[in-house]
């Protein structure tokens, strides 16, 4: 069933589990990721970010996506993430996306609040909800080592930002990065705890491929309920070719049920883990 993201991440707030968000470009991949989560019976968030609207518009997302959606047989929010642009997040909540990550970070602090605030407002009419971005988050192939905490997202302001904005979930800074790992990240969970306990809100982890079990589930427990996942089944989806290839497979529908096979256990692993 189609839902807020609200009613999805506030049971896992108090419930002490996350809830995996995946990218998913192709029908193919939202039907792996959604088959697995009915396997388990948990909610999941189905999404696209906006830099990969390239590879499928909005429009083309939005008619794919939802109708499987409003069929499932557990909770998911259609979520548009990393939008930039007030009039694109707009476009998805007309579309019927219940969610939006109105990423306004390069911003500076007062511009963002105003930016995201406006959106809020807006977004809620539509009875869908926002998700904002505070502080920097980059992308793990422009990194070498570590990262600058010095762009992690602090407590207090994560504080002020979240009485001023209103926002429904709050993606934060805290060490990890976007994409294949070059390095091992060194997440801060004090700082997750701190933020966790001053917002009172669901926080959202990017980057949550590539992160051992162990960093995923010490997460959790300092209060992340909403973990982002594309790079794991995007390499499992590739895996899945080369499986096809290797079992002396050439035609394009005879590989295509291994990709699906392979997105779909990979998808149910990472939902298994985040429920604990």
């Not at 800074?173 to 966790?196: M, Q």
């Not at 079992?247 to 990709?259: H, M, Q, R, S």
Request: aromatic residues 8%; proline residues 4%.
């Amino acid at each position: 069933m189609l839902v807020n993201l609200k009613e999805i991440l506030e049971p896992a707030r108090t419930g002490g589990y996350a809830v995996g968000h995946f990218n998913v470009l192709t029908m193919l991949m939202a039907r792996g990721v959604l088959e697995a989560a009915e396997e388990l019976g948990a909610p999941v968030i189905l999404g696209i970010e906006e830099k990969q609207l390239s590879m499928c518009p909005l429009e083309d997302f939005s008619y794919f996506v939802l109708p499987l959606a409003k069929r499932a047989k557990v909770p998911v929010a259609v979520h548009f993430d990393h939008v930039r642009t007030f009039d694109r997040a707009i476009e998805a909540l007309k579309y019927g996306f219940t969610s939006v990550n109105y990423d306004c970070s390069e911003e500076t602090f007062d511009e963002n609040v105003w930016r995201v605030a406006e959106l809020v407002h807006t977004a809620h009419a539509y009875g869908a909800a926002i998700e904002a971005q505070l502080g920097f988050v980059p992308e793990a192939a422009d990194v070498r080592g570590g990262i600058d905490p010095a762009t992690f997202t602090d407590p207090e302001e994560a504080r002020i930002y979240v009485e001023r904005t209103k926002v429904d979930a709050l993606g934060v800074a805290v060490g990890t990065a976007h994409g294949e790992y070059l390095f091992r990240p060194n997440v801060d969970y004090d700082r997750i705890k701190a933020i966790a306990d001053v917002t009172k809100l669901p926080l959202v982890l990017h980057g949550g491929s590539g992160l051992s079990d162990r960093d995923l589930r010490r997460a959790i427990q300092n209060g992340v309920g909403k973990i982002n996942i594309f790079t794991d089944i995007n390499i499992a989806g590739g895996q899945g070719v080369i499986q096809a290839l290797g079992a002396g497979k050439n035609l394009y529908t005879d590989i295509l049920p291994y990709v699906a096979h392979s997105i779909r256990v990979q998808a149910a692993e990472k939902i298994r883990l985040l429920r604990g």
